[in-house]
């Protein structure tokens, strides 16, 4: 299984930017998806969770800010930010829960960068 990220880029404070990852490989099932983030210096960090049931969670961080959402053939996932700030300057992973004729692991894309300026 691979993750493809990208949309990474330069913004502006307050601006918006919308991040995909696409999943592909021999998979069987995906199950959660979700978007990670780590800041120079610092830990990665879970941004923003979705459930194969469409349950959704969010860090306090970027509650109202971020939207996940899951394309309609469920191997695509997309994190809408808006209003950013120069604290959401990190590189972006995505990861997915999947099985596949492996078992089931954790998998991670490359990362995207994000560098919001003020």
């Known amino acids: 299984v691979q993750l493809q990220a990208s949309g990474g880029g330069l913004v502006q404070a307050g601006g918006s930017l919308r991040l995909s990852c696409t999943a592909s490989?021999?998979?069987?099932?995906?199950?959660?998806m979700g978007w990670y983030r780590q800041a120079p210096g610092k830990q990665r960090e879970p941004v923003a969770l979705?459930?194969?049931?469409?349950?959704?969670t969010y860090a306090d961080s970027v509650k109202g800010r971020a939207t996940i959402s899951r394309g309609s053939a469920k191997n695509t996932m997309y994190l809408q930010m808006n209003s950013l700030k120069p604290d959401d300057t990190a590189v972006y992973y995505c990861?997915?829960?999947?099985?596949?004729?492996?078992?089931?692991?954790?998998?991670w894309g490359q990362g995207t960068e994000v560098t919001v300026s003020s």
């Open positions: 990861n997915a829960d999947a099985s596949s004729f492996m078992g089931r692991a954790a998998y």
């Open positions: 490989g021999t998979i069987l099932s995906i199950y959660t």
């Open positions: 979705s459930s194969s049931g469409g349950a959704t």
